[in-house]
């Protein structure tokens, strides 16, 4: 049950037998992938209580002020949560959300409220059925799955037409350190799935080394603390398994604070030297030594 920061802190008192139940920067680590929301956090607006004694799962209503001054009451979920698939600093605040997206006005022409009466009760003492092209239009419109996706096995990885360039200039040079360390087949951008990942079927992670089945994705939480969290941490999740059902295994490069996701994601603090040696000994423990050795330049 959600409740107040001064009464979880209360009942946690309570029922740990001292003043501090969480010390300063017990969970510092677990909010370092949201800086935007560590920004929006102030003590004296939660009786003094720092984020870094909180749990990022709890279940207690903080209070949170955002840079434009709006002040307004969420709980950890709902704030890493919030993003979504938006990438702007507002979208940590509801109220700067909404003045970022303001609802459509809708004009009506002035009507004949005499005329629109007595229209409705001519159809109700007609019943007059609904025509099928209003019955179709009020259905829920199914998102058409894209037809450019070859037709492969589920598992084979190909050029595909709708993925993304690069995203950042830091997944390219890790791309071109895998390369100068690593014989496997470039230009690869995508491995076919069984069910659909949003509308294609298909998946394109950052890095594919088909010989060995393995797809290696860099992660960060971006500038404002929107990638790979919240609602896009579900999304990889759901990436990651149908790679995974597929035949594939994934190495995630986890940085700036992201926690791992998968048995053998690489959890680091900034990508460097250490980069490329650490996703081989990853390699290793997925594929074996002998097959992963066999593959170094």
């Given at each position: 049950?959600?409740?107040p920061v001064?009464?979880w802190?209360?009942?946690?008192?309570?029922?740990?037998?001292?003043?501090?139940?969480?010390a300063?920067g017990?969970?510092?680590?677990a909010?370092?992938?949201?800086?935007?929301?560590?920004?929006q956090?102030?003590?004296?607006l939660?009786?003094?209580?720092?984020?870094?004694q909180?749990?990022?799962?709890?279940?207690?209503?903080?209070?949170w002020?955002?840079?434009?001054g709006h002040?307004?009451?969420?709980?950890?979920?709902?704030?890493?949560?919030?993003?979504?698939?938006?990438?702007?600093?507002?979208?940590?605040?509801?109220e700067?959300s909404?003045?970022?997206?303001?609802?459509?006005?809708r004009?009506?022409e002035?009507?004949?409220?005499?005329?629109?009466l007595?229209?409705?009760?001519?159809?109700?003492?007609?019943?007059?059925?609904?025509a099928?092209?209003?019955?179709?239009?009020?259905?829920r419109a199914?998102p058409a799955?894209?037809?450019?996706?070859?037709?492969l096995?589920a598992?084979?990885p190909?050029?595909s037409?709708?993925?993304?360039?690069?995203?950042?200039?830091?997944?390219?040079r890790?791309?071109?350190?895998?390369?100068?360390?690593?014989l496997?087949t470039?230009?690869?951008t995508?491995?076919?799935?069984?069910?659909?990942?949003?509308?294609?079927?298909?998946?394109w992670?950052?890095?594919?080394?088909?010989?060995?089945?393995?797809?290696v994705e860099?992660?960060?939480?971006?500038?404002?603390?929107?990638?790979?969290?919240?609602k896009?941490?579900?999304?990889?999740?759901?990436?990651?398994?149908?790679?995974?059902?597929?035949?594939?295994?994934v190495?995630?490069?986890?940085?700036?604070?992201?926690?791992?996701l998968?048995?053998?994601d690489?959890?680091?603090?900034?990508?460097?030297?250490?980069?490329?040696?650490?996703?081989?000994?990853?390699?290793?423990?997925?594929?074996?030594?002998?097959v992963?050795?066999?593959?170094?330049?």
């Amino acid at each position: 049950m959600t409740e107040p920061v001064r009464w979880w802190w209360e009942r946690r008192q309570f029922s740990r037998g001292t003043d501090v139940p969480y010390a300063v920067g017990t969970y510092r680590s677990a909010w370092a992938a949201y800086p935007e929301l560590v920004r929006q956090y102030h003590p004296d607006l939660n009786g003094g209580i720092v984020l870094s004694q909180i749990p990022p799962a709890a279940d207690v209503l903080l209070c949170w002020e955002c840079s434009a001054g709006h002040r307004f009451a969420a709980t950890p979920t709902e704030q890493r949560e919030r993003p979504g698939r938006v990438r702007r600093r507002s979208a940590w605040c509801p109220e700067c959300s909404a003045l970022a997206a303001p609802r459509p006005v809708r004009v009506v022409e002035r009507i004949d409220a005499g005329a629109v009466l007595a229209a409705v009760q001519q159809a109700k003492a007609v019943r007059m059925p609904v025509a099928p092209a209003q019955a179709s239009a009020r259905k829920r419109a199914v998102p058409a799955i894209c037809e450019k996706t070859p037709d492969l096995p589920a598992g084979e990885p190909f050029v595909s037409a709708c993925a993304p360039p690069p995203a950042s200039a830091a997944e390219a040079r890790l791309r071109a350190d895998l390369t100068a360390a690593m014989l496997f087949t470039e230009g690869m951008t995508a491995v076919r799935v069984a069910r659909p990942f949003f509308r294609h079927r298909e998946v394109w992670p950052d890095i594919l080394l088909p010989e060995l089945r393995v797809a290696v994705e860099y992660d960060t939480p971006g500038r404002h603390g929107l990638e790979h969290v919240g609602k896009r941490e579900a999304s990889d999740r759901r990436k990651d398994a149908l790679l995974r059902t597929a035949g594939w295994e994934v190495v995630r490069v986890r940085t700036g604070g992201l926690e791992p996701l998968g048995p053998h994601d690489v959890v680091l603090r900034t990508a460097g030297t250490r980069t490329v040696p650490t996703i081989v000994d990853a390699l290793r423990r997925i594929r074996g030594d002998l097959v992963v050795d066999a593959y170094l330049r």
